[in-house]
């Protein structure tokens, strides 16, 4: 499973050393999790196999891969079985061992991916041509400082009952030190952690969530062979003092749906344990271990045989803030969102004060427009796409529709440059809360930075360098100047994104404030840095489609 390899966009190949992306891959765009050739307590890293430029959606667009969907075959990460697409809609607990999970399609279609790949990055599909004009409806307008949306969405009306049993909990925010190591090129990654107890004996641990991956995993149990590179005083699980835990077989049904059952020296008599193995920048970086059911409780809501990974090699680097793991809130079939039966989540990103940061789900639908409604604020919405044959299915796609700078749409941006290229499921726009940076279409890109670049040396201020990515000023000059106040316009009525300057524009060093977002080809990803200071909610994500909303 390839923890990064989805849709990072192409970065422009003039980056400073500091921005250079790694090897392979990013968080984003993660893919089903490898049936792990070596036993977990085996040190040896795993080899570098066809399946990075299928790994996670953490990664922003620009990965050096192909968007082409793979072939049956082609990577150690099997396609998807022939089942249903619908999700399962009960939030019984499955029980260990032998029960089935519906997947969502027939294969699993891979996510967008970028040339370029920045810090945290799988190497994804190279896509050097601007999009094609497949869609114009859903691109630019050619002209005027006004953007008339389609207005295809109407907003959810308030339900007439009670919202009941929302689980709202607080969460540690780290996301400027996250950007600031992430500009830097250090493979620091995610906006929340969150506090969570694991099975019946108390386990506390705290966990990174990640909208873009499915799996759930966290470092498992004492183990002196163990390859580890989490930092000292990690939460580990410790699955010997708790009666409820219980290991996955490598025969059963759920190990086949997860890892497509290839397992070697798999003993079904035996009761050998279902293996893993999830890959991290193209392989450079993996977390191998055994699937597990265990009681998971947030808040004070419990929930029995959630299905996890249990991790005993962890050479993944960048887990801060103490986090043990990652915790999976993407559509796929063994994220917390389907195994908890959840209908909408929440939550709200920091800038500076972790206090105000909080994270919020539920099951019952009446929540969606009752939990977390801010008195004087005007909540905006704009619908969750339904993704494309060749998209990955499980992430969230929205549809960009213009960038505005002081007010003014850009209308240079040529229309279509967000659409989704049909043919091979690249371009279009999802969300991370792992990728820290925000990655735009080149052709977008390059017409926000100019504005940029113009509206600021109007005041007397240049560059550190005209041409260079990232965009970075001198601190001495940046305090002086008046930021240009950018937007999101996303499809729907009134669904503009006001951005704070520090949304992005972020102090790198002691000497240069640099531009946080990126350019790409292949996709966009609108990172959790950008998202910050704003409540954004998730609604009705059983289906394929639902609504985002921010205030």
Not at 350 to 378: E, I, L, R
């Amino acid at each position: 499973m390839n923890h990064y390899a989805s849709s990072t966009p192409n970065t422009a190949s003039n980056r400073p050393n500091f921005n250079k992306p790694p090897k392979s891959t990013d968080h984003d765009a993660r893919s089903r999790p490898n049936a792990a050739p070596n036993h977990p307590n085996s040190n040896k890293p795993p080899k570098s196999t066809n399946h990075d430029a299928t790994s996670r959606p953490n990664t922003p667009p620009n990965r050096p891969n192909s968007n082409k969907p793979p072939k049956s075959g082609d990577h150690d990460i099997p396609l998807r079985p022939n089942t249903p697409p619908n999700r399962p809609n009960s939030n019984k607990p499955p029980k260990s061992g032998d029960h089935d999970i519906p997947s969502k399609h027939d294969a699993t279609p891979p996510t967008p991916s970028p040339n370029n790949p920045a810090p945290n990055s799988n190497p994804a599909p190279n896509h050097s041509n601007p999009p094609p004009n497949s869609n114009p409806s859903a691109g630019m307008p050619p002209s005027g400082d006004n953007l008339a949306p389609p207005n295809r969405y109407a907003p959810p009306t308030p339900s007439p009952y009670v919202c009941t049993n929302p689980i709202v909990q607080s969460a540690h925010t780290i996301i400027r030190k996250s950007a600031t190591h992430y500009m830097k090129g250090s493979p620091q990654q995610g906006a929340l952690v969150l506090q969570i107890t694991v099975g019946s004996g108390g386990g506390i641990l705290r966990g990174l969530l990640d909208i873009t991956s499915e799996l759930v995993w966290v470092q498992c149990g004492h183990c002196r062979t163990c390859l580890r590179l989490t930092p000292r005083g990690t939460h580990t699980f410790l699955p010997d003092v708790s009666p409820s835990f219980a290991r996955v077989g490598c025969g059963s049904k759920l190990c086949e749906r997860l890892v497509n059952g290839h397992q070697p020296n798999c003993d079904a008599r035996a009761k050998s344990a279902c293996m893993y193995q999830e890959l991290f920048f193209g392989g450079d970086q993996y977390t191998s271990g055994f699937l597990a059911t265990e009681s998971f409780t947030f808040g004070a809501t419990t929930t029995a045989g959630v299905v996890f990974g249990c991790s005993a090699n962890i050479t993944v680097l960048g887990l801060a803030a103490g986090a043990s793991g990652f915790l999976g809130f993407n559509r796929g079939p063994f994220s917390l969102t389907s195994q908890l039966n959840i209908s909408g989540f929440s939550y709200f990103i920091s800038h500076k004060d972790s206090s105000k940061s909080f994270f919020s789900f539920w099951a019952d639908p009446a929540c969606a427009v009752s939990v977390h409604q801010q008195p004087g604020k005007h909540t905006r919405y704009t619908p969750l796409l339904q993704p494309t044959a060749n998209q990955n299915p499980y992430l969230y796609y929205v549809n960009l529709i213009g960038v505005k700078v002081d007010g003014q749409l850009l209308t240079a941006i040529p229309a279509g440059t967000f659409d989704v290229r049909v043919k091979d499921g690249s371009g279009g726009v999802y969300l991370s809360t792992t990728v820290p940076v925000t990655y735009l279409e080149e052709a977008a890109y390059n017409v926000l930075r100019q504005e940029l670049v113009t509206r600021i040396q109007s005041q007397g201020v240049a560059p550190v360098s005209v041409d260079d990515d990232p965009l970075c000023y001198m601190t001495r000059s940046y305090k002086n100047i008046k930021v240009p106040r950018l937007a999101l316009v996303f499809d729907g009525a009134d669904a503009t994104m006001n951005l704070y300057t520090n949304n992005y524009f972020l102090p790198v060093d002691g000497r240069q404030t640099c531009f946080t977002i990126l350019p790409s080809n292949g996709g966009s990803v609108l990172g959790s840095l950008l998202q910050a200071g704003r409540t954004i909610t998730y609604n009705d994500i059983n289906g394929d489609g639902g609504s985002l909303s921010f205030d």
